[in-house]
């Protein structure tokens, strides 16, 4: 008898080649994948309360206690203006966005890493690991955003409409850190150096992006390559939802957004192209 006929009742094998050049997103595999993703969400969340005293406390504390710092060495020691605003409520209306930017930024360039086990037992759209980072976030977000609520009512300032604008403002957020950190997440398979560069890359990122001063300061000749940040736009308009005053980021806000949407699509790219050798490296 021989090994044709042998095999010829068998199931036909099924071989899949990774494709070549720039490969698009399937849509319908990511619609098909949201439970995995939801469970991915819940998982970071677990991870990153595992083992803690406070829990989701630290959402509140995080901005809270930066808060205080920042008002004792820039609000009374440097003296930097706060557009009208009481220091503290400046500088926490920067500091909500900006800390679930650090954070979820950083979670998602470490993401292919830290579940490097994940990646390498089963296939699933890679992409999922950085968005769950991203999505887990905004947990945090909602919390510390409920505590700039708070703070506003403290000082007196009645909310108003603008707040309805916050979803919007936390879209560019969530995509601002999407978009570098699938670059990071990408690169840091192949480069173990780069979970030592995003602490740095987030501190950097800081004093570039008006957390602690106002966008106002920067010199006119330089504001367009300073609005390049998307987390410039994006700091502008949380405190352009909680001041009376302030005016609408306007011209900024479009420059930051198109910076991110032309980051997020060479970076979606970039991660397509090399995620084939994804499981062979890590």
């Known amino acids: 008898m021989d090994s044709s006929a042998a095999h010829r009742g068998a199931s036909p094998a099924i071989v899949i080649h990774p494709p070549r050049g720039w490969a698009a997103l399937d849509l319908r595999e990511f619609v098909g994948a949201h439970e995995l993703l939801y469970f991915l969400v819940l998982r970071n969340l677990k991870l990153r309360y595992k083992q803690t005293a406070l829990g989701a406390v630290w959402a509140v504390l995080q901005p809270l206690l930066s808060m205080v ?24 209306a920067a500091l909500v966005p900006w800390t679930y930017f650090a954070n979820a930024l950083t979670v998602a360039g470490n993401s292919l890493v830290d579940q490097q086990q994940l990646l390498t037992k089963v296939y699933f759209p890679r992409l999922l690991l950085p968005l769950a980072a991203i999505i887990a976030g905004l947990v945090d977000l909602t919390i510390a955003f409920v505590l700039l609520l708070i703070v506003l009512a403290w000082y007196g300032i009645e909310p108003s409409f603008r707040l309805l604008a916050a979803p919007a403002f936390t879209l560019l957020a969530a995509v601002s850190a999407f978009a570098p950190g699938i670059w990071l997440a990408a690169l840091n398979v192949r480069y173990r150096d780069v979970r030592y560069v995003i602490p740095f890359l987030v ?7 008006p957390v602690v001063y106002s966008s106002q300061l920067v ?5 367009f390559l300073y609005r390049l940040n998307p987390m410039a736009g994006v700091v502008d308009g949380w405190r352009w939802m909680i001041s009376p005053a302030a005016p609408a980021p306007g011209a900024a806000l479009l420059i930051s957004s198109g910076a991110v949407v032309v980051l997020l699509t060479v970076g979606l790219y970039f991660f397509r192209r090399v995620e084939r050798s994804f499981a062979d490296v890590v």
């Open 69 to 92: 710092v920042f008002t004792a060495v820039f609000g009374r020691l440097a003296r930097l203006g706060s557009d009208g605003l009481p220091y503290p409520l400046f500088a926490l």
């Open 203 to 209: 501190q950097i990122w800081l004093f570039v992006t």
């Open 219 to 223: 010199p006119q000749q330089w504001r």
